[in-house]
C-alpha cells in the first residue's frame, strides 16, 4: 500500500474511524432497543444481526491493510498532532487486539452474547443459576482464552483487568482491596453496634409516575440536557451513548421503594454527564467515549455518593420529594431522608448498598472473577462461593441466586475484570472531591442552591472534555496527582464517623 | 467468477440476503428509536451513521460480483426450487436498481432523508411549510431523478408507482380513482343533507394512561401476540418489522380523543399481522416483508376498517370502553359509538378520516405527486394547490399547513408514490371480504364474539404466509381471482346506505 501524503493516510484513518464508529452506534441502539424496548420474544433475530455486524466490524478493523497504514502513520509521528497521534495509537491497540482474536471465535462470541442476556434475565427472574450456568461457561472459557490472545505474558487476569483499566494489575488491586477492607470492616462493625433501624418511609408505596417525575427532576438539577439525554427503563440500569449529542441513560423503577431508582439516575446521569461533556471534535472519532471505566465510574460515584448522598443535595431536594410524594413523607424531614440515603447496613444487593459497604460487594466479585479466570473455581460452583464470601465479607446470608451471584448483568455482557472499577471509581472520586475543594473552596455551599454548575465545570475542564484523548492515569494524574487510596478511606471514616457520632 | 456447484452459489446468495437483512434491521431500529425514543437534538450523529450504513448497503448489493452470481443463478434457474428462484428475482430487482443510482446520489439521499424528517417534524409543530420546503425540493429532484433510473422508458411517476406496487400506472389509477370518486361524491352528498351532529363523548379527556390500556385490550382482541410484537409511541403511527419475531407498531395518543388513537392501533395491527403470519423460512432472506404496499394496506385496512368499524366489532368491545372510560361513556351505548366511528363528514386530516371519505384524501396527494414529478407543480406552491383540492375533491377549507401539507410523514421519508396503495388496498380488502364470506360464512358472528380466529385464519392462509414470495397481483389474484373495484364501491354503498338510511 502506497500512500500519498501523510494528510492522505490521515484521511483514510479517520474514514476508517468514522465507519466503526457507525457500526457501533448501530449495535448500540440495537443493545438500547433490546434492553428497553424490544419484544421478549425478539431475540433470535437480533442474535443474527448481532453476528453479521460483529463479523463486518472484525473485518473492519482487523484488515490487513489497516496494519500497512498504521505502521505508515507511525513512521510519520513528528508530522501528526496529537489528537492524531493518540487517534493512532487507540487504533493500532483495536487493531492487535482483534487480529489476536480468530475471526470465527470474535463473532460466536458475540452472538453468545446475544443469547446470554436474554438466558440471564430468564435465570435471574425464575432465581434459576442453571438456566444461565451453560453461557456463564462459554464466556468464562473464551475469556480465558481472549486474556491469552491479548496478553499472553501476564496473569489472565491482569490481561483482562487491563482491558478495563490500563495498566491495573490483581497486585494493585489487593493492596487496594486490602486497605478499603481494613478501614470499611471496623467502621462497619462500630456502626453495627448503634443498631438504626429502618425509617419506615423507605418502603412505602411509591406509584411509578410520580417517580419518574423524580427522575425528571434530578436530571433537571444535575444540568443534564434533554435536547441530547433521554430516559428509559430496563431490568438493569445503564448508560449508552452514541455521540456528545445522543446518550441514553436507564433506571428501574420499584413501586415499594423510592430510593433505588433515585440513586440509579443519579449514579447513569453521572456517566452521561462525562459523555455529554465531550470535546466537539472527538464524534466519530476512535477517540469519543470515556477513556476507561474507572474514570467512568469515578463519575457516576462522584454525582452519587459525593454530590446526591451529601446533606447539602438531600436539604435541597427536600422539598421536591415532599411536594411529589405528601403522603409518603408525611413525617419525614430532610435529615431522616438524608441518613436513609446513607444507612449503612450490610446487605444482599450491590445496587442498593449504602456507600460505606459498597466495595465489600465488589470484593466479593473480584475474588470469583479471579478464581474464574485462574481456573481453581469452576462456574457450577459460583453460587456456593458467591454465599460463602458475602457470609464472610458482607455478614450476610444470600437466600437465593436471584439475589445472589444472578443479581448483576455484567457477566452476561461479558464483562469480567470490569467490576473492580466501580471500587477505583469511587476512590478515584473522593481524591477528585479533595482537590476540587482545595481550588474551588466550598462546593457544598453551591450544591445547597442546587447549583452545581463549578462542581461540573471542574470535571468537565479536567475529565470529560478530553474523552479518551488522555489515557486513564493522564487524566486523573494531570487533574489530581498521583493517586493514593487514603482520600477514599479519609472521606469513608469521616463522613461515618460523624454520621453515626462514632 | 467461477462457482463449484449451484449449491454453493446459492449459499453465496442466502450469505448476501443475511447480510443485507441485518443492516436493514440496524436501519430500522434506528428509524424506530429515531421516531420513539431518541433525544430531539440527537439528528446529527443518526445522519452520519445513516450516510454509512447507506453507503455500505449500496456497496454490498451493487457489486458487480452479484451480477456474475445473479447471472450464473439464472442460467442454473431450473435447477433452483421455487423459493430460490424468487430470491433469485427479487435479489435482481435490487441489483439492478441500485446500480442504476450512483452511489453518492444514494448515500446523498439517505441522509437527506434523516434530516428531512427531523425538518418535517418541526415545519409541522410549527405550521410552517418553509422550513420543510427545500428539504422537499430535494427529495422530488431526486425521485424524478430516480424514476428515470428506474424505468427510463415510462412517465416517471410510473416508474415511482411500480416500486410500491409492482405494474401499476396512472391510467390504471386515473380509472379506479375516477370509479370510486364517482360512488363517494353523490353518497356522501346525500349523507351531508342529514347532517348528523357529532355526539360529545368524541372530544371528552381521556387520559394517555386509560388509553394505553385500551391499546393492550384491542392488541390482544386482535391476537397480536406480544412476545413477538410491542406498542411504542410517536408523532406519526407507523408499523416496523425485522423479522416475524420481531414486530414493532407504534400510536399516538390525543388526551382529547379517543378514536384516532383506537384506529391507528388496529390499522397499524393489521400491518403487524401480515409480518408477524410470515412462514419461518423467508426470515433473513430478502422475501422477508410484505409483497408490496398495497396488499399491505390491504391488511391493515380490512382490520381498520371492515373489522373495526364494523358492528359486530364495536358491540363486542363496547363494554371493555365502558370499564375504561366510565364516565366520558356514560351517556354512550354501543350504537352511538359505532355511529361516531363511522360518522361520513368531510374533514381535514386523511387519518382521521372516515371510511367514506377517506380516498378524497388520496387523490389530493396522488394528483399533487403527479404534478410534482411531472414538474408542472413546484414545490413553493404545494401549499396552494393542497388547500386548492381539498376545498374541490374534500369540500374544507385548510386552516393551516400542518393540518394541510404538512400533516403526513411520507414525503419527509421520501414516498412519493406511495398514497394510492392506501386506496388500493382498502378496495383490495373489499374484495377480500367479499371472497372470505363466501368461504366461510358469517364471519360477522365470529367478530361479535370477539373471535378473529377464522378471520386471521384466512388471511394468513391466503396472505401472510407468503410473505414477498408472491407477486403483489399473484397474491391477491390466487386469493381473490382477479381485482374489481366494484366490489370496493358496493361495499361502501352499501354500509353507509344502510348507516345512514338513504
Redesign the interface.
Same mark, same amino acid.
Given at each position: 500500500m502506497h500512500y500519498e501524503s501523510v494528510a492522505q493516510a490521515l484521511e483514510k484513518l479517520r474514514k476508517l474511524e468514522?465507519?466503526y464508529?457507525?457500526?457501533v452506534?448501530?449495535?448500540g441502539?440495537?443493545e438500547?432497543?433490546a434492553a428497553?424496548?424490544?419484544?421478549? /420474544?425478539?431475540w433470535? /433475530?437480533?442474535g443474527?444481526?448481532a /453476528?453479521?455486524?460483529s463479523e463486518?466490524m472484525y473485518d473492519l478493523i482487523a484488515n490487513p491493510e489497516n496494519g500497512e497504514l498504521l505502521s505508515y502513520l507511525k513512521e510519520h509521528r513528528e508530522e501528526l498532532d496529537e489528537m492524531a497521534q493518540r487517534e493512532v495509537e487507540v487504533m493500532e491497540k483495536n487493531f492487535l487486539r482483534m487480529n489476536r482474536i480468530p475471526a470465527e471465535e470474535y463473532v460466536e462470541y458475540n452472538v453468545l452474547l446475544n443469547d446470554a442476556q436474554a438466558a440471564w434475565e430468564k435465570a435471574k427472574n425464575t432465581s434459576d443459576f442453571e438456566c444461565f450456568r451453560p453461557y456463564l461457561e462459554k464466556i468464562v472459557a473464551f475469556n480465558r482464552k481472549f486474556a491469552g490472545y491479548y496478553d499472553p505474558t501476564v496473569p489472565a487476569y491482569d490481561a483482562l483487568l487491563n482491558e478495563y483499566e490500563e495498566g491495573m494489575t490483581m497486585q494493585t488491586l489487593d493492596a487496594f482491596f486490602g486497605k478499603v477492607r481494613s478501614t470499611i470492616v471496623p467502621l462497619m462493625g462500630k456502626i453495627l453496634e448503634k443498631s438504626e433501624p429502618e425509617h419506615p418511609f423507605v418502603h412505602r408505596g411509591y406509584s411509578v409516575?410520580q417517580q419518574r417525575k423524580f427522575s425528571d427532576y434530578l436530571m433537571e438539577v444535575m444540568g443534564l440536557?434533554? %435536547?441530547?439525554?433521554?430516559i428509559?427503563e430496563s431490568e438493569h440500569p445503564f448508560t449508552i451513548n452514541? %455521540?456528545n449529542?445522543?446518550?441514553?441513560i436507564t433506571t428501574h423503577y420499584f413501586e415499594d421503594s423510592l430510593l433505588p431508582s433515585m440513586s440509579s439516575v443519579i449514579h447513569e446521569g453521572g456517566h452521561a454527564m462525562y459523555e455529554l461533556g465531550a470535546d466537539d471534535k472527538y %464524534?466519530?472519532t476512535i477517540l469519543y467515549g470515556g477513556t476507561s471505566m474507572g474514570i467512568h465510574e469515578s463519575q457516576s460515584r462522584f454525582y452519587e455518593n459525593i454530590i446526591g448522598r451529601s446533606e447539602a443535595f438531600i436539604r435541597f431536594i427536600y422539598p421536591k420529594v415532599k411536594e411529589l410524594f405528601p403522603e409518603q413523607m408525611a413525617d419525614v424531614d430532610a435529615n431522616d431522608l438524608y441518613r436513609a440515603l446513607n444507612r449503612a447496613e450490610p446487605s444482599l444487593i450491590r445496587i442498593d448498598a449504602d456507600e460505606l459497604s459498597y466495595c465489600l460487594h465488589i470484593m466479593v466479585r473480584y475474588e470469583i472473577e479471579k478464581q474464574l479466570i485462574a481456573g481453581t473455581l469452576e462456574v457450577k460452583d459460583v453460587p456456593a462461593e458467591w454465599n460463602r464470601l458475602y457470609k464472610e465479607y458482607v455478614g450476610v446470608d444470600v437466600p437465593n441466586d436471584a439475589a445472589g451471584c444472578l443479581q448483576d448483568i455484567h457477566w452476561s455482557f461479558g464483562n469480567i475484570g470490569y467490576f473492580p472499577s466501580y471500587a477505583l471509581g469511587s476512590a478515584y472520586s473522593a481524591q477528585m472531591l479533595h482537590v476540587m475543594r482545595q481550588e474551588l473552596g466550598d462546593i457544598y455551599a453551591d450544591v445547597e442552591k442546587g447549583d452545581l454548575s463549578r462542581v461540573t465545570g471542574w470535571l468537565r475542564e479536567h475529565i470529560h472534555q478530553y474523552a479518551s484523548f488522555k489515557k486513564p492515569g493522564q487524566v486523573f494524574e494531570d487533574a489530581c496527582g498521583k493517586f493514593d487510596a487514603t482520600y477514599f478511606t479519609d472521606y469513608l471514616t469521616e463522613k461515618f464517623t460523624k454520621l453515626y457520632h462514632l
Open positions: 468514522k465507519t464508529t457507525a457500526y452506534h448501530a449495535q441502539v440495537i438500547l432497543d428497553t424496548a424490544a419484544p421478549k /420474544g425478539s433470535e /433475530g437480533r443474527i444481526t /453476528g453479521v455486524l463486518v409516575d440536557d434533554r %435536547n441530547y439525554c433521554t428509559a452514541y %455521540n449529542k445522543d446518550v441514553r %464524534n466519530y
